[in-house]
């Protein structure tokens, strides 16, 4: 993960490969201070003369993380959360399988390059525990994750160090014939749902998406528009040429997915597209999921990209969450979770402002250190519904929110009938400016803080109270 400077901020931008952050094991307990090259090995874009050991706030009621977290007078965060801790124990003993979307096939052992099989989803369903190796590029719907739900623990990344792998719900090979006026119709091997042109993209690495609309009539008067009939595609091209290989068209299926009570390590994927990027739904308490170098990218409508539910443990580390229809980062039913050095960033495309960088919900407890949340369309951090986060030197700013959804950070909803009691300890925050309120609270949520600095108001309803710590 690299630092690039933007309009006067930092932003994360993913760079393949990507380093791993070095591990140093914890000096003891109480305020042990690190000197300032133990802290440029652990995280070398830290540049400070000190790093002690954080304690928690006395009154945080979630959970304890399993790894150090430092803190240094400037107010500034980062975890000692290395690949070595999240990977399952003795995964290196685990049967491997390689796949290959251009050279392999499903009919073969996967158990080399040579042999590889064509489909992730025919990895994940081999029995057991396992490792998949996959070959650098793009998956599309048809060799693509494709919503499998494997048994086991799984640990899934590229076979080599030339690139991410992209796991993407586009359809492919789609035979074009021109209708004139810049206006070409396809019939597609399964529906299509949406279109997004990567022509140009953003800062974020979004592509522009068409509008669809009611009629194909319609079309013909309208640039960077479709029309979508059973499995008869009609669109309008932004600039009337012939598409290309940058237009790409998603069918509506779920992409990554994982509801076993196992363990997942993935590194170095990028979920593109499908109704959502990735989801993990965890009906009984066990499940850990861990994503390092990840994106989540084009949720389908009222769909988040990286979508987490019941009592499992979410971790996220330099992940990017963006250009998602709904939430960035979502989580739900007493999820918990941890973000390290991640970025919600321009996710919300609906009608409803209340589209957020990341977001708790139902119960879920997580622990956020650094990353940057900005230019979401509702608030950039919201947790409601009695969820609790531990929010620790993360940047913030520039919500496309309106009125009160026009906020840096939330905590509550405003709801009648049983209070929302949620609650975020917010220390060390960085705000970009650009939203009018710094900070929100309503029904009976709280917003406790420490060395803050924003020019924005903040806002309390109800009984929401914002105090310092």
């Not at 749902?193 to 669809?212: A, I, K, P, Q």
């Not at 009125?403 to 509550?412: F, L, P, R, T, V």
Request: charged share 20%.
């Amino acid at each position: 993960m690299l630092l690039e400077m933007r309009k006067g901020f930092t932003r994360l931008v993913c760079a393949m490969p990507i380093v791993a952050c070095c591990l140093l094991a914890a000096s003891g307990s109480g305020q042990s201070p690190l000197t300032k090259a133990q802290a440029d090995s652990l995280y070398p874009t830290r540049l400070t003369t000190q790093w002690m050991n954080f304690a928690l706030p006395r009154n945080w009621p979630g959970f304890a993380p399993a790894f150090q977290i430092f803190e240094n007078p400037e107010g500034k965060y980062f975890a000692d959360l290395g690949e070595s801790v999240l990977l399952p124990p003795g995964y290196d003993a685990y049967p491997v399988y390689y796949v290959d979307p251009q050279f392999g096939a499903d009919s073969k052992s996967g158990s080399g390059k040579d042999r590889a099989f064509r489909t992730i989803s025919k990895a994940l369903s081999m029995p057991g525990n396992k490792r998949i190796l996959c070959r650098p590029g793009v998956f599309d719907f048809l060799t693509s994750w494709r919503g499998y739900g494997p048994t086991g623990n799984v640990v899934i990344m590229p076979w080599d160090d030339s690139g991410p792998v992209i796991s993407s719900a586009q359809i492919s090979n789609i035979n074009w014939s021109s209708v004139g006026n810049g206006v070409y119709t396809a019939r597609c091997s399964t529906y299509p749902h949406e279109v997004v042109d990567e022509t140009t993209l953003d800062s974020w690495g979004n592509g522009v998406r068409f509008r669809e609309l009611d009629s194909r009539d319609d079309v013909f008067e309208v640039p960077g528009s479709f029309h979508v009939s059973g499995k008869q595609l009609t669109l309008r091209t932004r600039d009337g040429l012939s598409p290309t290989e940058s237009l790409l068209v998603f069918c509506n299926q779920s992409n990554g997915r994982f509801d076993s009570n196992g363990t997942l390590f993935v590194k170095n994927f990028i979920f593109k597209g499908g109704f959502k990027p990735f989801q993990s739904t965890a009906l009984v308490p066990g499940q850990t999921v861990a994503f390092v170098d990840c994106k989540f990218q084009y949720s389908l409508t009222d769909s988040d990209g990286f979508a987490m539910e019941g009592p499992g443990m979410s971790i996220a580390v330099r992940c990017v969450a963006t250009g998602n229809h709904s939430d960035g980062f979502d989580y739900r039913h007493g999820r918990q979770f941890v973000e390290v050095d991640c970025a919600g960033v321009s996710n919300g495309l609906g009608n409803l402002y209340l589209d957020n960088g990341t977001t708790a919900h139902f119960g879920s407890v997580g622990i956020t250190v650094g990353g940057l949340y900005t230019q979401n369309k509702g608030r950039n951090i919201h947790d409601v519904f009695d969820s609790k986060r531990l929010l620790l030197g993360a940047t913030v700013g520039q919500s496309r929110g309106i009125e009160a959804s026009n906020a840096d950070i939330c905590s509550g909803a405003s709801t009648t009938g049983t209070p929302d009691r949620s609650e975020i300890w917010a220390l060390g925050i960085r705000y970009l400016h650009g939203s009018p309120i710094a900070r929100s609270t309503s029904s009976a949520s709280k917003i406790w803080y420490r060395n803050h600095v924003s020019d924005a108001i903040d806002l309390t309803e109800t009984l929401g109270t914002i105090r310092p710590i």
